[in-house]
């Protein structure tokens, strides 16, 4: 069972879900005009769940920082206000930013 959203908890999902969602993303690639796959379905397979749990576990730790930097401030900001929405994606967009690979 996935952890919802916005709780702070690492997102995951279970291996059923990720074996469908990496064959979804299979399927696109093969479809795909603009995509050559020159390795086996099994290991492109396993590389789509690799990036997928890398990807959530990346999401997992921005999330966590994001709500330690906002509880941080001397003014407590109420979760789930409006203010608390914009400093948290605000916050979130930085730190994404900070992280975003070339």
């Known amino acids: 069972m996935a952890a919802p959203l916005g709780t ?12 469908h969602l990496a ?6 690639l093969k479809k795909s005009a603009q ?3 020159t390795e086996e379905d099994g290991k492109i397979l396993r ?3 690799r990036v997928v749990a890398a990807e959530l576990a990346l999401d997992a730790d921005i999330d966590k920082k994001v709500r330690a930097k906002l509880a941080s401030y001397s003014k407590q900001i109420v979760e789930g206000s409006p203010e608390w929405d ?3 994606r ?3 967009e930085e730190e994404q930013k900070k992280r975003a690979r070339p």
Do not use: F, N
């Not at 908890?9 to 074996?19: F, L, N, Q, T, Y």
């Not at 064959?23 to 696109?28: E, F, W, Y």
């Open 8 to 19: 702070g908890a690492i997102p995951v999902i279970s291996d059923d879900k990720a074996s």
């Open 23 to 28: 064959h979804l993303i299979l399927g696109a």
């Open 35 to 37: 995509c050559r796959l």
């Open 47 to 49: 590389e789509i769940k």
């Open 86 to 88: 914009v400093m948290y």
């Open 90 to 92: 605000k916050t979130s």
